[in-house]
Nanobody, 125 residues
């Protein structure tokens, strides 16, 4: 079973930057499209960003456009979410997800079958 391991979370001040990483642990598994989602306390899970298999196509939620970037390294089977100018309402558990069937970037959670355990990001005002 594929394990996705998130790292890099923690607490930051509003306006600061934070870098989240996701690594697929299974050597035989090739992540196709990959994405980040988040769930704030008391709210539904929402998409943050996604990246296609070759990295050419990317999706960003409107709320993070211009501040977040997403990248991946297929040789290392890793993905990075660079979050800049963090805002307090972005405090949430962030989840890494990957698709086994879809190559293209998508903000819909339905396309992603493998999920990480999640990592806490806390943005203080």
């Amino acid at each position: 079973q594929v394990q996705l391991l998130e790292s890099g979370g923690g607490g930051v001040q509003a306006g600061d930057s934070l870098r989240l990483s996701c690594a697929a642990s299974e050597r035989s598994f090739t992540p196709l499209a990959m994405a980040w989602f988040r769930q704030a306390p008391g709210k539904e899970i929402e998409s943050v960003a996604a990246i296609s298999f070759m990295g050419a196509n990317k999706y960003f939620a409107d709320s993070v456009k211009g501040r977040f970037t997403i990248s991946r390294d297929n040789d290392k089977k890793t993905m990075v979410l660079q979050m800049n100018s963090e805002k307090p309402h972005e405090t949430a558990i962030y989840y890494c997800a990957t698709s086994r069937t879809t190559l293209s970037a998508s903000g819909s959670s339905r396309g992603y079958a493998s999920w990480g355990q999640g990592i806490q990001v806390t943005v203080s005002s």
